[in-house]
């Protein structure tokens, strides 16, 4: 097969390489909250993550550099990290290896994963993590913001989906939404989770809804029961709405007019 | 992501002189609905006819220097997995001996259709097939808008350019050519706001041409015939406008002003965005030798055939150029990339200037879904490459359409093989159409040639003229009928003319002997109707007296005339159940044909005039 001469956007490994640069501000923030504890956190993760994914592909018969290389084990693994700053390192790579495992390797890869590994991941720690309201990490979900805007200057951001769901979380402030803005974990899952193709619908149109219907979810889950995590609920969310993408695709998309 | 902000921008030919490559050692052209008409080791010289077209979609084939033929055979096509091609090797002796040119004084006369033939005959090529499609031209429906695509924004690409730069007065002459003769209400030559020395070329010509120009900006599809036209075409016009290309319109130019069939085209050699050079080739010139004159080598690089989108690459250096090989990129050799998963991330979607869903039907050409393809509109694909060029995942999406479209394509080349048939029946009657319009004209001068002749040796006029100009009229008429009669007999069998080379020695054979036959019938034909003219003068004043008398002279002219028909058309039996039938034999039992119908018409008319 012939190589394109011209390449007009970046490839899948340049992607999430970017994508990972995007979120240095905030490790570099959290290494400073939480000190070399979570520099350990995230190697250990990392090498879990890259574990199970080589695991993975040794297992479907797939060449596993090439597979590694496109980065998206690693990113997964510093996505986690991120939004488990306090679970244990156990815990932490369990749940990594784990996701990576059952959610992208068990359904043939990425691109065919129904289900965002890193939704997963943090739905399979949940049940383990210390209870009690989180607070509000206001550096952390601005040195996030900052590498979403820069994804979204780079044009690497599919920015339908994140768009519905701050819509709705900005609609429903007299709710008492607003101190879900202040939690770190909407901004990661808003823009790395929520902004990946293979868990959402394809076409704008759906994304855009997908994203509404989770911040509609998201919020009446979080007001209407005591569940007090705000990325627990809203990764439980998407995890369900992940399951009605399908046919959300279904009804958006169309071969279109014949000319 | 919009498409302007992410292509590289076109890049002027800038001060770059025009090269010419030297005279390669051996040329590989290909016969595309042409069927050669010359045989392996034949020395043909420069301008000489090596194929003429055998269907409505083919063109002719010419030499492009004097040489020896040296093969003919299947040649592999530049184009993604294509079959083999029948094609020819010319071997250049370096003499490069020329035909000489004869040009086309009364072009103006010239009908659409018979343009749109004898341009096909010279070997100009559109887009698909001929520059003027002959359903088109027959049909001589008015034509409202005439765009002239000069756009070049694919990256890389900068034949077109060049051309204008380095021809722009040649390029108008061609257009007036075509503006005298096709007569659209509009005529319209359209150019990327990038081309600006182009744009400068044709602003300096004089003001008053009969033509537009048309700056275009829109972003890199835009110069697709179907983008365009939608781009140009006011509603009132869509439905009857066409779209040239300006390096066919340049040769049809060439072609009908000056009688050169098309040997060459301008190719663009490229290494980056910022270099390459611009040289005038011959058709069926080795890529290799394209590449040594720009100072390449073909053996460290990989070769790609087209623009930076659109380019396939080539598998090897020796396939030689062709009509639309407008640009050769040499690329580094790079690792062949593994394709991952499709991550369904949409950015093929959102960038496919058809709106089509690429993703998807990926999935279905990949898998050989062919209905399902056609489904998501595997039609309307441009095949542009814009899609393959923004997948992150670098599957290679305008590869496998590609292969898909070839496949329906062919799938519908055997499934209707009775429309092969067809075709080649309604290419028949194109031709025989526009002959019948050339003899007519033919005639009609033949006629005030003889009829001013006459007057001056007009001495004894008779006056009883009317029987036996009727007579010879229905004399005439049989003979007509009878040639006609034997012309139907000639088509039937030609159906699928052969490739195979034994046969075609044979057809060859077969194609002199009844050249010789016809040559010795139409003699006997033009005795018979000599002798038959003679009686006639001679019969004329006796007829006058009596006309019971002139009965059996007039059955002797007819016998005599019949008699030439029938042995006319036992010949051209014989020849044509001597061979499988081949096209050439029927075109020469055709010009055989007209020209004892010719004949008999002359001698009628010989007759005429003299009995006045
Ligand atoms: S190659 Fe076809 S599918 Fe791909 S972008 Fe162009 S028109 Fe769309
Ligand atoms: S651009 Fe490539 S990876 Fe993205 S949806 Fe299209 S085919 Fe899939």
């Known amino acids: ?259 | 992501m919009s498409r302007p902000s992410i292509l590289p921008a076109h890049t002027d030919p800038g001060s770059q002189p025009l090269l010419t490559t030297p005279l390669p050692a051996q040329l590989r052209l290909w016969l595309q609905g042409a069927s050669c008409c010359v045989e392996v080791g034949q020395r043909v010289l420069k301008h000489q006819l090596l194929a003429e077209a055998d269907s409505e979609f083919g063109v002719a084939v010419h030499a492009p220097t004097s040489g020896h033929i040296r093969a003919i055979g299947p040649l592999p096509q530049a184009l993604p997995d294509a079959p083999l091609l029948d094609g020819l090797q010319l071997q250049p002796d370096g003499l490069d001996e020329a035909l000489s040119l004869p040009a086309e004084s009364n072009w103006p006369a010239l009908s659409a259709l018979a343009l749109a033939m004898r341009l096909q005959d010279m070997g100009v090529m559109g887009q698909h097939g001929p520059l003027l499609p002959l359903a088109w031209a027959a049909k001589a429906s008015p034509l409202a808008l005439l765009i002239i695509n000069a756009v070049e924004n694919e990256p890389f690409l900068q034949a077109d350019s060049m051309l204008l730069c380095e021809q722009a007065a040649a390029v108008a002459e061609a257009m007036a050519m075509l503006g005298r003769i096709l007569q659209p209400a509009r005529l319209v030559l359209a150019i990327q706001q990038e081309q600006g020395a182009a744009i400068n070329a044709l602003r300096s010509l004089a003001a008053d041409q009969c033509w537009q120009l048309e700056v275009i900006q829109a972003p890199y599809p835009a110069g697709d015939e179907a983008q365009l036209l939608r781009a140009l075409a006011r509603p009132e016009e869509s439905g009857n406008s066409l779209c040239l290309p300006v390096a066919g319109v340049h040769a049809a130019g060439r072609a009908i002003l000056h009688g050169e069939p098309c040997i060459s085209r301008i190719v663009t050699v490229s290494t980056a965005l910022k270099q390459s050079h611009n040289m005038r080739a011959l058709l069926g010139s080795p890529v290799a030798d394209l590449l040594t004159c720009a100072g390449l080598s073909s053996q460290q690089h990989a070769l790609v055939h087209g623009g930076g989108l659109r380019g396939f690459a080539l598998p090897d250096a020796t396939i030689g150029i062709h009509q639309h090989s407008h640009c050769l990129l040499v690329r580094p050799r790079q690792p062949a990339l593994t394709a991952q998963p499709c991550i369904r991330c949409g950015d093929c979607a959102s960038i496919c200037p058809s709106q089509l869903q690429p993703q998807e039907l990926y999935w279905h050409c990949s898998r050989q879904e062919l209905a399902q393809a056609q489904h998501w509109r595997l039609a309307d694909c441009s095949q542009c490459g814009l899609c393959s060029a923004v997948c992150p995942s670098q599957l290679p999406l305008l590869d496998s359409f590609r292969l898909a479209s070839q496949q329906l394509l062919l799938a519908e080349q055997q499934q209707c093989a009775a429309d092969a048939a067809r075709q080649r029946h309604r290419f028949r009657q194109f031709r025989l159409e526009r002959d019948k319009q050339e003899k007519a004209q033919r005639l009609a001068e033949r006629a005030a040639q003889q009829a001013a002749k006459l007057a001056q040796q007009a001495a004894e006029p008779t006056s009883h003229a009317e029987p036996t100009a009727t007579a010879a009229d229905k004399q005439a008429a049989i003979a007509a009928a009878m040639a006609r009669a034997a012309e139907r007999q000639q088509q039937r069998p030609a159906v699928a003319p052969s490739v195979n080379s034994s046969e075609r020695e044979a057809a060859i054979a077969a194609n002199r002997q009844a050249a010789i036959e016809a040559a010795m019938a139409r003699a006997a034909a033009r005795k018979a109707a000599q002798e038959a003219a003679k009686a006639a003068a001679a019969d004329a004043p006796a007829m006058a007296k009596d006309e019971d008398q002139n009965k059996p002279g007039l059955n002797q002219q007819q016998q005599a005339l019949i008699q030439a028909a029938m042995h006319r058309a036992n010949a051209q039996k014989a020849a044509a159940s001597s061979s499988p039938a081949s096209l050439d034999q029927d075109k020469k039992a055709l010009i055989a044909a007209a020209m004892a119908r010719a004949a008999a018409r002359k001698a009628a008319g010989d007759e005429t005039e003299q009995d006045k």
């Open chain 1, 1 to 259: 097969m012939n190589t394109p001469v011209i390449r007009l956007a970046p490839t899948l490994a340049s992607r999430n390489r970017q994508q990972l640069l995007a979120l240095l501000p905030a490790i570099a923030i959290q290494l400073w909250q939480w000190g070399p504890p979570a520099l350990l956190a995230l190697a250990s993760a990392s090498a879990s993550a890259l574990l199970a994914d080589s695991l993975g592909l040794a297992w479907r018969r797939q060449a596993i550099w090439p597979g590694l290389r496109q980065g998206e084990a690693l990113l997964t693994a510093v996505l986690l990290s991120l939004l488990l700053p306090d679970a244990a390192v156990p815990l932490l790579c369990l749940c990594t290896g784990g996701a990576i495992l059952l959610l992208r390797q068990l359904f043939g890869g990425s691109g065919s994963s129904l289900f965002h590994p890193v939704a997963g991941g943090l739905l399979l720690a949940a049940p383990w993590l210390p209870a009690g309201l989180p607070h509000a990490d206001i550096p952390l979900s601005l040195a996030l913001l900052a590498g979403g805007l820069w994804l979204l200057w780079r044009g690497l951001l599919r920015w339908q989906a994140p768009l519905g769901l701050l819509l709705v979380v900005l609609i429903a402030l007299p709710v008492g939404s607003g101190w879900l803005l202040g939690q770190s974990a909407l901004w990661l899952l808003a823009g790395w989770v929520m902004s990946d193709g293979s868990a959402t619908p394809i076409t704008p149109r759906g994304r855009l809804v997908y994203g509404q219907a989770a911040g509609m979810l998201c919020i009446s889950f979080v007001t209407l029961t005591t569940q007090p995590d705000a990325g627990v609920t809203l990764a439980a969310c998407l995890l369900l709405l992940s399951a009605s993408a399908p046919l959300l695709d279904r009804l958006t998309l169309s071969p279109g007019p014949r000319t």
